[in-house]
């Protein structure tokens, strides 16, 4: 079964800085899906980035990207020019071809605090 | 467009009570998700709707959870009988067919407490 482990229960970042959260993963599919999804406190989650892992390059989008190392087995989420909006918990998600399509699997998340 | 909406926002009942959610997806959508949120960990997918038919309910606990899906848009989500364990946030999301690539659009949920 697929697991999806986040290693950092909280994280802070000073305004205008940048920021990496980790995530790793455990699947024996080749083709599959990884997502990062924000949830603000008490506001619905929200897609913010989507990589396949059958491309090599890097997915951005605006100051968010990510690091994909498909051997390692790693998907890190890199914010840039933090703002206070940045402040939510992330998720890391894994979605696979195999069983059923559509079954995200998350992992626990990491809570993010933005300082001004 | 509209969101994916949620009722009621927050509920708390006794345990061996009963409890229903209701979710109405992004307009056009054909798929339909149940997610459960427990305090401090990621979302867990309950069941999963195409149209009106059920593509995988293999995480619900059936002895009292049921859902359905009418008509193939709204959702209903029941508990009956609630356990103290089942407190949890239960979020509802739609993507606009069936497919690994298809993004799914997450509700607000709802906040349940089980005393």
């Known amino acids: 079964a697929q697991t999806v482990t986040q290693s950092q229960p909280e994280m802070s970042v000073q305004e205008a800085e940048t920021v990496t959260l980790s995530c790793t993963y455990d699947?024996?599919?080749?083709?599959?899906?990884l997502f990062w999804y924000k949830q603000p406190p008490s506001r619905q989650m929200i897609l913010v980035i989507r990589q396949e892992a059958y491309k090599q390059q890097n997915a951005t989008e605006n100051r968010f990207s990510v690091n994909f190392q498909k051997a390692a087995k790693s998907f890190s989420l890199k914010i840039s020019d933090s703002q206070l909006g940045d402040a939510a918990m992330y998720f890391c998600a894994y979605l696979g071809y195999g069983g059923s399509q559509g079954n995200l699997i998350f992992g626990k998340g990491t809570k993010l605090s933005v300082k001004p | 467009e509209a969101g994916v909406a949620q009722s009621p926002r927050y509920k708390i009942i006794e345990k061996r009570q009963s409890v229903a959610f209701w979710c109405n997806p992004i307009s056009g959508h054909a798929t339909l998700y149940w997610y459960q949120q427990i305090l401090g960990q990621g979302p867990k997918l309950l069941i999963q709707?195409?149209?009106?038919?059920?593509?995988?309910d293999s995480q619900l606990p059936k002895d009292r959870f049921s859902a359905e899906r009418l008509k193939g848009v709204d959702s209903t989500l029941k508990i009956q009988p609630a356990k103290l364990e089942d407190s949890a946030v239960y979020l509802c999301a739609s993507s606009r067919t069936y497919g690994t690539s298809e993004e799914q659009y997450f509700g607000p949920g709802t906040r349940l407490t089980v005393t």
């Open positions: 699947t024996s599919e080749s083709d599959y899906y």
């Open positions: 709707f195409q149209n009106n038919g059920v593509v995988d």
